[in-house]
């Protein structure tokens, strides 16, 4: 976008000029009328107003800004983004206004506390089950409406009883490969660590099955939940801890591999702009998703093909931060390797992380999960999968199960582990 960046100083006026000047391209255009919430109220907004853009400024502009929840799926579809000469780019425009409000205005303290994602998995996994427990009874669920504006009827994915980090810590290291090894540095994000923890073992159990060295070196919070309020500090302190705990791994010459969408997205593009210089790139170009790089290996005869059973039929929902990679549909293709047919559905599950929690955004949520839940519904399948462990939650509870007779949406990587005979 001319003159603006996530990074430099932002003059009001001048934001407020280039908004002007997008939304009045986005009324032209229109291509994204049908991808997110944001453009429905910006382009009806704009009708409203017999096509006076200024007044959507006015009126709506606030409502279009707390509705974008960073999906990208718009700057995946828009035909003016650079080098073109509109240098078009919505969502960082959504997150300047949110930067900009949260400088005039504060941080709500709920806003804040929803994307403390590592404190409260350290704090909720110390007794795993009383947190279960406790997040299961209507009263707290209750509370936790009243203070902290999390929706009663949002679903809350179980902390697990062993941290991903302790379950890898602990477990038998593998015999060292007589053959040269491909070496990763596994990041397995904080959903990982803390709640889907079962990805990152599966992640495991399929990289060594492939004779893939694994390391999981020191990390945090990827620092995606920031741009929900424009918090540019936080991400670039997140960037920063995290590069220096996977840069030494890279020279090394370890691949970075990553299970969860929105992480991997967040080191291979996000991460660049937010630090600049050479070594945010050096990471970025070794970065991989998980079923990316072992389509990678497939390409180099390196994947192995003794699968022992098929997945059947699998309706697989691509999530808008793996969409956004342009890497194509890697995770199906590793999925049909193992013999599963795969109807691939490009509809958003609404979810993205605490966007989705919030009170006044829940019911918009399933309504978005639910457009996606159609489409599962229209193909032939014996399971559901999603590469983000929350789209498969929020899938699920929108009724993806039921079109699979009750079974939980898994991620690509747990298929394939399954499929390979390996223990989960």
């Not at 170009?285 to 290996?297: G, N, Q, S, W």
């Not at 956004?324 to 958003?348: P, T």
Request: contains cysteine; glycine residues 6%.
């Amino acid at each position: 976008m001319k003159g603006l960046s996530l990074i430099q100083p932002v003059d009001p006026a001048q934001l407020a000029k280039d908004t002007l000047r997008i939304y009045e391209i986005c009324d032209g255009c229109r291509r994204c009328f049908n991808l997110c919430p944001s453009f429905n109220t910006l382009l009806d907004g704009i009708d409203r107003h017999d096509g006076h853009v200024e007044k959507v400024m006015s009126a709506e502009h606030q409502r279009v800004v707390d509705e974008c929840y960073y999906c990208k799926l718009c700057y995946n579809h828009c035909p003016y983004t650079p080098p073109h000469q509109y240098a078009l780019d919505f969502p960082k425009l959504m997150v300047l206004w949110k930067q900009r409000y949260a400088a005039e205005r504060g941080v709500r303290w709920r806003d804040w506390l929803l994307i403390q994602t590592d404190l409260i998995g350290r704090l909720s996994t110390i007794s795993a089950r009383f947190s279960n427990w406790a997040l299961s009874l209507g009263v707290v669920r209750r509370l936790m409406e009243m203070t902290v504006g999390v929706h009663r009827d949002r679903k809350i994915m179980h902390f697990s009883t062993e941290t991903f980090s302790r379950w890898f810590q602990r477990r038998p290291i593998p015999a060292p490969s007589k053959t040269p090894q491909k070496k990763v540095a596994l990041f397995a994000s904080c959903l990982v660590n803390y709640q889907a923890s079962d990805v990152g073992k599966a992640t495991v159990q399929v990289l060594e099955k492939n004779g893939v060295q694994v390391v999981v070196p020191e990390q945090q919070c990827c620092g995606m939940p920031s741009f929900d309020v424009g918090d540019t500090a936080a991400m670039q302190k997140a960037a920063q801890a995290n590069l220096r705990s996977l840069l030494p791994w890279v020279e090394q010459g370890y691949d970075v591999v990553v299970p969860v969408p929105s992480c991997s997205l967040m080191l291979k593009r996000e991460y660049p702009e937010l630090l600049g210089g050479e070594e945010p790139k050096k990471v970025s170009a070794r970065t991989f998703d998980v079923c990316e790089y072992l389509m990678k290996l497939k390409r180099e005869g390196a994947l192995a093909m003794d699968f022992v059973s098929n997945p059947g039929r699998v309706a697989y929902q691509i999530p808008c931060h793996l969409r956004d990679q342009n890497i194509g549909f890697k995770s199906k293709e590793l999925m049909e390797c193992a013999g599963a047919q795969v109807e691939v559905i490009e509809k958003c599950s609404g979810h993205d992380g605490s966007w989705s929690a919030k009170t006044e955004f829940f019911p918009l949520s399933m309504t978005i999960a639910k457009k996606a839940v159609r489409a599962i519904e229209q193909a032939p399948a014996d399971l559901v999968a999603s590469d983000c462990p929350l789209a498969g939650l929020q899938l699920d509870q929108a009724g993806a199960t039921g079109h699979v007779g009750g079974r939980a949406t898994k991620h690509p990587i747990q298929i394939v582990r399954d499929a390979y005979g390996l223990p989960s």
